[in-house]
């Protein structure tokens, strides 16, 4: 007991030391939560927690297609959010509980569905007679959570402020394809070029509503990538994607998004990381850049931890240091002038060992210090 008693005191003092401000600052960013298997999956129980947390936005995914998919079938009014082809059930709920909650929700707009691609995979984009209703889906929600909007049971749902169009285009996994060969040697940036059109649409979607205070995140960003189109899993890496939307033609979002995890179980967020990669470490090349090449754009941290042994024993850190580096992690942030949101993935561990163990919570249920470190954010 005296050990237990020793450690939570000892987890209490790192906290304060990384978030006590700096003399003379007053800097808050928004800290938040992203974990769609709970906030979707069970909101009955997850709410109670993350209002425990002091969570203030929650990034969920508004799957425009995929097996969860809103539009699972084509609408015949896909601006109308009140079209029969639509699906809104499970994404009402977590904006009704998040407003109970007095949490902000971000709405993550991804993946396509079959019949707007020619029945291939969500990763893959809409073809170009059908592009137009990936913008059309982004008005329908946008309409649907305006704050204004009347269900047919009389129910007038709560509004949504924060969008993000897409989930980590420079990662196959989720844009695909990433290069294409043009001529015999030539290889292009095909995933910045089909990403520059999904942002217009979502951000013209979005906007195309005339609400006020809509914004809308472009990026969310992977933090590395290899620049070799023959790799197995090729992928650009974070500066030179945000170079190739440029040249894509993207020209408006209101914010940029990127996820800066760490990528070796040694590397503090205040480490400088390996090449090809934008991690906490030199999250100031991103901003730089994006200053450079789109002004004074801010950024949303929209996808940020560390896994911990237990249960990873291969990639985790131990529980004390998740909670440090969380504390640090959010120094930095809150330190770079140009960063106004940091979102932390999970709130319960995977289940699976094969999944993601960054939660505050074991699979089991179980309290990590990092639960503690979080909740004592500065708000």
Not at 80 to 106: M, R
Not at 366 to 379: D, G, M, S, V
Request: with cysteine; net charge positive; hydrophobic share 35%.
């Amino acid at each position: 007991m005296l050990k237990r008693i020793s450690f939570s005191v000892a987890m209490l003092l790192v906290a304060v030391a990384f978030v006590v401000p700096a003399s003379g600052s007053s800097r808050h960013i928004l800290v938040g939560i992203f974990d769609d298997a709970q906030i979707i999956g069970f909101p009955a129980k997850t709410f109670p927690i993350l209002s425990s947390l002091r969570a203030q936005v929650l990034r969920v995914t508004l799957p425009w297609g995929g097996s969860n998919g809103v539009a699972l079938k084509k609408p015949k009014n896909p601006r109308d959010p009140g079209d029969p082809a639509y699906n809104w059930t499970k994404y009402d709920v977590a904006v009704e509980s998040a407003a109970k909650a007095n949490i902000k929700i971000i709405f993550g707009i991804g993946g396509t569905p079959s019949w707007a691609n020619e029945r291939r995979k969500p990763n893959r984009v809409p073809t170009t007679k059908n592009f137009h209703y990936l913008k059309d889906f982004a008005y329908a929600a946008a309409t649907r959570y305006s704050g204004e909007y009347k269900r047919k049971d009389g129910k007038v749902l709560h509004a949504v402020r924060y969008w993000l169009a897409w989930n980590e285009p420079n990662n196959p996994v989720f844009l695909y394809p990433q290069y294409l060969k043009v001529g015999r040697k030539r290889w292009v940036i095909q995933s910045a070029r089909s990403y520059a059109k999904i942002c217009k649409a979502i951000y013209d979607g979005v906007h195309g509503t005339h609400l006020n205070g809509e914004t809308v995140g472009c990026g969310a960003t992977s933090p590395r990538g290899n620049d070799n189109p023959r790799n197995v899993r090729p992928s650009p890496d974070p500066l030179v994607f945000l170079r190739a939307l440029k040249k894509a033609g993207l020209k408006k979002f209101d914010v940029y998004a990127h996820h800066p995890y760490y990528g070796l179980r040694k590397q503090k967020p205040s480490t400088k990381p390996e090449r090809k990669s934008v991690r906490m470490g030199n999250l100031g090349s991103l901003t730089k850049l994006l200053g450079r090449l789109y002004g004074k754009k801010h950024l949303w941290i929209t996808e940020y931890g560390y896994q911990t042994n237990p249960p990873d024993r291969v990639f985790g850190v131990s529980w004390k240091n998740q909670a440090r580096y969380l504390a640090q992690a959010y120094a930095l942030a809150r330190r770079n002038p140009r960063v106004d949101m940091l979102v932390w993935f999970l709130v319960r561990d995977e289940s699976r060992l094969a999944g993601w163990q960054s939660g505050f919570l074991t699979a089991a249920g179980r309290k990590k210090p990092a639960f503690t470190t979080f909740q004592r954010l500065p708000h």
